[in-house]
Antibody, heavy 117, light 108 residues
Framework: EVQLMESGGGLIQPGGSLRLSCAASGFAVTHYSISWVRQAPGKGLECVSTLYGEGDTYFADSVKGRVTISRDTSNNTVFLQINSLRAEDTAMYYC???????????WGQGTLVIVSS | ETVLTQSPGTLSLSPGERATLSCRASQSVDSYYLAWYQQKPGQSPRLLIYAASTRANGVPDRFSGSGSGTDFILTISRLEPEDFVVYYCQHYGDKRWTFGQGTKVEIK
């Protein structure tokens, strides 16, 4: 069974940093692309970063220069490091498996990031 | 960048009625890269339809997708109580993933 489990969210002050984790099971993260999709409270969905199976990366303009994405293949986990956090980064962050380069076929339950002083 | 515009923002219907949700792309897109998701309150999104018209595993056949070019439709043939939630369309193109702003289906 394919499962994704996020962790690492919390309350962080503006300007701080956070590393989110996405632990995958039921498949290898080297065989699929993994994306981070966020949802601000009461708002829609935004794909902020993707780590392709082959190792290439994508970053949305809203986070470019502040975010890195990486993986630990031994633990089958993908990480999202967010620096210089802003209030507008407050959101539920979901990791999702990408089928091909196309759609998100499995999602985690999300981890909440709140940026506030 | 392709922008997806969903309409209406909110759809008010009764159980048993037919729901028609629209997703319009700002430029013509390959329908293979168009998907629909359902999101219930407090839950993560769930893939409903991919490649514009193919139901994902376990999705009831009252859900169907259609369309091509710039205009895509998600149809729910007979609304069940659990269908009154939010739906998003999504496109992959130009090495980026974009979502529509969502349509909320509410009980009339």
């Amino acid at each position: 069974e394919v499962q994704l489990m996020e962790s690492g969210g919390g309350l962080i002050q503006p300007g701080g940093s956070l590393r989110l984790s996405c632990a995958a099971s039921g498949f290898a993260v080297t065989h699929y692309s993994i994306s981070w999709v966020r949802q601000a409270p009461g708002k829609g969905l935004e794909c902020v970063s993707t780590l392709y199976g082959e190792g290439d990366t994508y970053f949305a303009d809203s986070v470019k220069g502040r975010v890195t994405i990486s993986r630990d293949t031994s633990n089958n986990t993908v990480f999202l490091q967010i620096n210089s956090l802003r209030a507008e980064d407050t959101a539920m962050y979901y990791c999702a498996r990408v089928y091909g380069h196309n759609w998100f076929d499995s999602w985690g339950q999300g981890t909440l990031v709140i940026v506030s002083s | 960048e392709t922008v997806l515009t969903q309409s209406p923002g909110t759809l008010s219907l009764s159980p048993g009625e037919r729901a028609t949700l629209s997703c319009r792309a700002s430029q013509s897109v390959d329908s293979y890269y168009l998907a629909w998701y359902q999101q219930k309150p407090g839950q993560s999104p769930r893939l409903l339809i991919y490649a514009a018209s193919t139901r994902a595993n376990g999705v009831p056949d009252r859900f169907s997708g259609s369309g091509s070019g710039t205009d895509f439709i998600l149809t729910i043939s007979r609304l069940e109580p659990e269908d009154f939630v939010v739906y998003y369309c999504q496109h992959y193109g130009d090495k980026r993933w974009t979502f529509g702003q969502g349509t909320k289906v509410e009980i009339k």
